[in-house]
Every structure is written in structure tokens, then in C-alpha cells.
């Protein structure tokens, strides 16, 4: 069974400042590892995924994700926080491709002026 | 960019009636369709996987025959949920892959917020 652990409910940053968002997985097999936002009433938009390669992935708006096998985490972090970045984010993992989802418990990130 | 959608975006029902729910990829073909719920401030629960051509793979603790699913095509799948009560208000949000397997991403709706009074 894969699961997937997501530090913090809630992270508050100030604007300007570097948004870190944790992520842990667990997975018999190399995992498939995606990070979605999801804004109010709207459905996730992919920010980035890894799969195999290069294990630093860079995604919209400006975030990355780094695969740590040996930490088995996933990572997200952009180095300067938009008022538009406040949104739910969710880690998700999966086995193969197009396989379905095993996502996080989401944080909310809030974006302080 | 793949795109799927998703109809109606809202609905209101009484409690005993039952709801259908379109997820349709618009510029791919998909053969295999998720659909998840999403319960207020909680994450995404897969409810089942929905198979073009086949019967739907239900996850464990949900009752198939009061979310009967259909994948018609392999640009639609729908969601009923039979004889609806109030607790079975949520957010329905289904996603699809595209049909190559060089693609790993599965794209989202936006996301059906069922009313049940």
C-alpha cells in the first residue's frame, strides 16, 4: 500500500519569503510523486511531477520538488511567495503510469502582505 | 493543454433522488477515469477507477451500488449517485489520463459540489 504524509495543515509565509511544504511517501515500488494546487471551489492543477531522471523538478509558477529517495520525500518549495500562491496543496503518489492516485492531507498556505 | 470537465458544477437536490455526473476529457481520449471525494478542509479519497468498456474497481468501504458508475466512452464517465441523502454531500471531483502510455499525469475537473437536503 502507498501513503502519503504532508507536515503542517497550515503554513503561513510572508510575501516575498521562501514557501517550504513537506511531503513524506511511502511505496513498495519507485513511486510516481505529483504535487497539485487546488484553489476555492475549483478542481487540482498539476504543479510538477517526478517519475524517473532528474530527481530536482521544476514546475509552474515558479516551484520544485526534490525526489530524496533516501529521506523518501518529496519536497516542495519556491523561493519567493506570490499573494496568488495562498491555495490548498496537495502531495499525491502513485505506481505506475496513469495509475490511480494516493494523495496527502493537503496544506493550506496562507500569504501574509 | 489536456482539458476535462466536468457537469453540473453545482446541484442541489432532495434527499431519496438520485444525481448524475458527466466527467468528459475534451481533447483526449481516456481510457480509464477516477473519481474522488473531497469532504470540506479534507484531501481527496479515491472512490473508484472507472474502466472504459468494464465494470468500475471500487474502492474498499464504497458501496457500488449506490455510486454506479458507467465509462460510456473514452471521453466520458458518469457518476449516479442513487437515492442521495444528506451525508452524501460533498465534492465530487473526477480525473482522466490520457490514452498514450508515454503520459503519466492524470488532469482534473473542476470539481461537482453536490447539495443533499
Known amino acids: 500500500a502507498q501513503s502519503v504524509t504532508q507536515l503542517g495543515s497550515h503554513v503561513s509565509v510572508s510575501e516575498g519569503a521562501l514557501v517550504l511544504l513537506r511531503c513524506n511517501y511511502s511505496s513498495s515500488v519507485p513511486p510516481y510523486l505529483f504535487w497539485y494546487v487546488q484553489y476555492p471551489n475549483q478542481g487540482l492543477q498539476l504543479l510538477l511531477k517526478?517519475?524517473?531522471?532528474?530527481?530536482l523538478v521544476k514546475g509552474i509558477n515558479g516551484f520544485e520538488a526534490e525526489f530524496k529517495k533516501s529521506e523518501t520525500s518529496f519536497h516542495l518549495t519556491k523561493p519567493s511567495a506570490h499573494m496568488s500562491d495562498a491555495a490548498e496543496y496537495f502531495c499525491a503518489v502513485g505506481k505506475a503510469a496513469g495509475n490511480k492516485l494516493t494523495f496527502g492531507g493537503g496544506t493550506r498556505v496562507l500569504v501574509k502582505p | 493543454g489536456a482539458v476535462v470537465s466536468q457537469h453540473p458544477s453545482r446541484v442541489i437536490c432532495k434527499s431519496g433522488t438520485s444525481v448524475k455526473i458527466e466527467c468528459r476529457s475534451l481533447?483526449?481520449?481516456?481510457?480509464?477515469m477516477f473519481w474522488y471525494r473531497q469532504f470540506p478542509k479534507q484531501s481527496l479519497m479515491l472512490m473508484a477507477t472507472?474502466?472504459?468498456?468494464?465494470?468500475?474497481?471500487?474502492e474498499q468501504g464504497v458501496e457500488k451500488d449506490k455510486f454506479l458508475i458507467n465509462h460510456a466512452s473514452l471521453t466520458l464517465s458518469t457518476l449516479t449517485v442513487t437515492s442521495a441523502h444528506p451525508e452524501d454531500s460533498s465534492f465530487y471531483i473526477c480525473?482522466?489520463?490520457?490514452?498514450?502510455?508515454?503520459?503519466?499525469?492524470?488532469?482534473f475537473g473542476p470539481g461537482t459540489r453536490l447539495t443533499v437536503l
Open positions: 517526478y517519475t524517473t531522471g532528474a530527481t
Open positions: 480525473s482522466a489520463s490520457p490514452l498514450a502510455t508515454s503520459t503519466d499525469t492524470q488532469y
Open positions: 472507472s474502466n472504459e468498456g468494464s465494470k468500475a474497481t471500487y
Open positions: 481533447d483526449f481520449q481516456a481510457t480509464t
